[in-house]
């Protein structure tokens, strides 16, 4: 069955700290991979999306992801993490013809100012 | 240009009752997913509507059903209501079936 991992489930760091959070899917096909974050108290917003070109795909707020096919990874980096990136940050993939997003658990981050 | 809306944003209910969750989706949009979020897990995916027809649906039991308008607002109905049915419902609505999925706040049900 399709899977989404998420390695990291709670993550603190301090501001200005580089970030890398991973995601791996399980399926050897054709993928769109999406990174969503829930900021505290607001819905899930698209963070950045890679549907085919570019592997390196930029996000908004600084945010970029690097799909790496042979290592079924999507991992999110943010070189200088603010206060404000504190969130719940999800990796979702859709995959072949199946209309259904497959997510991960989520990842909380935590950024200390 | 008006977002995903859903109602209601909260919700108690007692085990073996019915629930109707509703979503409006963005402008334009003709597809509507639905999704469930327990507490410390990513969504789930329950079904999604595409022109008014279901279009794929997830692990989910048949009391779970939905329904899309023609102005492609969509409609979550839960039967038989049970305790693991506490969670947050979410609705996404996309350009098509394919397409960049943009959610609603979600509505929070509590199943006592």
């Known amino acids: 069955a399709q899977s989404v991992s998420q390695h990291n489930h709670h993550v603190i760091l301090s501001e200005a700290a580089s970030l890398e959070l991973g995601c791996n899917y399980s399926?050897?096909?054709?993928?769109?991979l999406f990174w969503y974050v829930q900021y505290p108290g607001q819905h899930l917003q698209l963070l950045l999306k890679y549907f085919s070109g570019d592997p390196l795909v930029k996000g908004i707020k600084g945010f970029e992801a690097e799909f790496i096919k042979s290592k079924f990874s999507f991992n999110l980096r943010k070189p200088s993490v603010q206060w404000s990136d504190t969130a719940e940050y999800f990796c979702a993939v859709n995959a072949g013809n199946n209309r259904k997003l497959i997510w991960g658990l989520g990842t909380s981050l935590a950024v200390n100012p | 240009e008006t977002g995903v809306t859903q109602s209601p944003t909260h919700l108690i209910k007692t085990r073996g009752q019915q629930v109707t969750l509703r979503c409006s989706s963005q402008?334009?949009?003709?597809?509507v997913s639905w999704y469930q979020q327990a507490l410390g897990q990513g969504p789930q995916f329950i079904f999604q509507y595409y022109r008014e027809e279901e279009n794929g649906r997830g692990n989910f039991p048949p009391r779970f059903s939905g329904l899309q308008f023609p102005n492609y607002s969509s409609e979550l109905n839960v039967n038989a209501l049970e305790l693991d049915d506490s969670a947050l419902y979410l609705c996404?609505?996309?350009?098509?079936?394919?397409?960049?999925?943009?959610f609603g706040p979600g509505t929070r049900l509590l199943v006592l």
């Open positions: 996404a609505s996309s350009l098509s079936m394919d397409e960049t999925q943009y």
């Open positions: 399926y050897g096909g054709t993928v769109n």
């Open positions: 402008s334009g949009h003709n597809t």
